[in-house]
């Protein structure tokens, strides 16, 4: 949930938090979309990479010209997910990277108190309604009718051709049931109507 949490409002809400959590013992310097922070007479890049892809070649290459614009020691980049390459090209720059994951950063946020409120974080319960209009939209009434009638056929080559059968006829139900019910639900969206 808290991966989801930050994917969905961004780097900037990462940021927030782990700044209030580091503010407490070093000094930090923002960098716009990032941070800069001292710790032991050396600078550390903080590289907010959360995404809902890979941490990518480009982003270790970015963080890089950032820590070398800014004369970083050390680039730490916060991501949910490393691609292989993207730490092979990290063997190749001269500041040490390190790559902080979910779970360390849950962990330390949690111990200062940071992690957003479990409101933030719960995922709203979806209507039974939409999973009906997701499974029974138009466009799904040709697979169905391609579903039933290809277990249809089949049933005439095996030996258990009752569950084949009632296989194909739920499936041509579905047809027809997604037929109907897109009929019926056509012109209830009062923003795309004529």
Same mark, same amino acid.
């Given at each position: 949930?808290?991966? $989801?949490?930050?994917?969905?409002?961004?780097?900037?809400?990462? %940021?927030?938090?782990?700044? =209030?959590? +580091?503010?407490? #013992?070093? !000094?930090?310097?923002?960098?716009?979309?990032?941070?800069?922070?001292?710790?032991?007479?050396?600078?550390?890049?903080?590289?907010?990479?959360?995404?809902?892809?890979?941490?990518?070649?480009?982003?270790?290459?970015?963080?890089?010209?950032?820590?070398?614009?800014?004369?970083?020691?050390?680039?730490?980049?916060?991501?949910?997910?490393?691609?292989?390459?993207?730490?092979?090209?990290?063997?190749?720059?001269?500041? $040490?990277?390190?790559?902080?994951?979910?779970?360390?950063?849950? %962990?330390?946020?949690?111990? =200062?108190? +940071?992690?957003? #409120?479990? !409101?933030?974080?719960?995922?709203?319960?979806?209507?039974?309604?939409?999973?009906?209009?997701?499974?029974?939209?138009?466009?799904?009434?040709?697979?169905?009718?391609?579903?039933?009638?290809?277990?249809?056929?089949?049933?005439?080559?095996?030996?258990?051709?009752?569950?084949?059968?009632?296989?194909?006829?739920?499936?041509?139900?579905?047809?027809?049931?997604?037929?109907?019910?897109?009929?019926?639900?056509?012109?209830?969206?009062?923003?795309?109507?004529?």
């Amino acid at each position: 949930n808290f991966i $989801r949490y930050v994917l969905l409002n961004g780097n900037a809400a990462l %940021k927030t938090f782990v700044e =209030k959590a +580091l503010a407490q #013992n070093f !000094d930090l310097q923002d960098l716009g979309e990032h941070t800069l922070l001292s710790y032991k007479d050396k600078t550390v890049l903080i590289y907010y990479a959360y995404k809902f892809g890979s941490l990518s070649e480009e982003d270790v290459a970015k963080s890089y010209r950032l820590a070398k614009q800014s004369g970083a020691d050390a680039i730490y980049a916060l991501t949910n997910h490393l691609d292989r390459k993207a730490l092979a090209v990290a063997e190749y720059i001269p500041q $040490r990277f390190n790559v902080t994951g979910t779970t360390t950063l849950y %962990k330390y946020l949690l111990k =200062k108190g +940071l992690i957003p #409120n479990k !409101d933030a974080l719960r995922r709203k319960s979806g209507k039974a309604t939409d999973l009906l209009k997701t499974v029974l939209k138009a466009g799904n009434a040709k697979y169905y009718v391609w579903a039933g009638l290809t277990t249809a056929l089949l049933a005439l080559f095996t030996p258990i051709t009752t569950y084949y059968v009632a296989f194909s006829f739920v499936n041509l139900a579905l047809a027809l049931l997604t037929i109907f019910f897109s009929e019926r639900s056509e012109g209830k969206n009062e923003l795309f109507r004529e």
